[in-house]
T-cell receptor, first 105, second 117 residues
């Protein structure tokens, strides 16, 4: 079974809105990564946050990490239809179940 | 640089057969990991190779095996296929050893879609 859990499992929003996805993990990590997967394709690395960082930004992405709660969140601002995909958090080789994001034009 | 390539992209096999999937990492990358992705189980780690040595192994039966060649290319083999082996098999490479403390961003290939009938 997966050691990470994303919340929510599915999210549907309108273009221009912000999307927030949460991830919880069970084991200690050195860093945590977020990946994106378009339907049936390989994963694309989005952002990595180290265990000693609390927040990181990359373009329209903002990631936070709370190691005391073993949780992370990914915020996508001003979403676009092209952001429609599944998003996964990962600690090295362990991936969460993913959040499926649908952005309606 | 060319990305991670996987061959074949699609494969149909029948129960009991065996299959070999291939992965060519990004040039200069020495670590290759394999994952199985299914709707029910999500993304599950199979194994990781670095410099031709298996470094880590997931919780899969012995029917699943892999190897890495001196040029870092990797293959995975599944013997005695079962219906439940139908999945997207993803390969990922990283520049260096993914040991503790390493910067372990993975670069994924497009996957091989295996269907077992």
């Amino acid at each position: 079974s997966q050691q990470g859990e994303e919340d929510p499992q599915a999210l549907s929003i309108q273009e221009g809105e912000n999307a927030t996805m949460n991830c919880s993990y069970k084991t200690s990590i050195n860093n945590l990564q977020w990946y994106r997967q378009n339907s049936g394709r390989g994963l694309v690395h989005l952002i990595l946050i180290r265990s000693n960082e609390r927040e990181k930004h990359s373009g329209r992405l903002r990631v936070t990490l709370d190691t005391s709660k073993k949780s992370s969140s990914l915020l996508i601002t001003a979403s676009r239809a092209a952001d429609t995909a599944s998003y996964f958090c990962a600690g090295k080789s362990t991936f969460g179940d993913g959040t499926t994001l649908t952005v309606k034009p | 640089k060319a990305g991670v390539t996987q061959t074949p992209r699609y494969l149909i096999k029948t129960r009991g057969q065996q299959v070999t999937l291939s992965c060519s990492p990004i040039s200069g990358h020495r670590s290759v990991s394999w994952y199985q992705q299914t709707p029910g189980q999500g993304l599950q780690f199979l194994f990781e190779y670095f410099s031709e040595t298996q470094r880590n192994k997931g919780n899969f039966p012995g029917r699943f095996s892999g190897r890495q060649f001196s040029n870092s290319r990797s293959e995975m083999n599944v013997s005695t296929l079962e219906l439940g082996d139908s999945a997207l098999y993803l390969c990922a490479s990283t520049p260096r050893d993914r040991g503790p403390g390493s910067y372990n961003e993975q670069f994924f290939g497009p996957g091989t879609r295996l269907t077992v009938l």
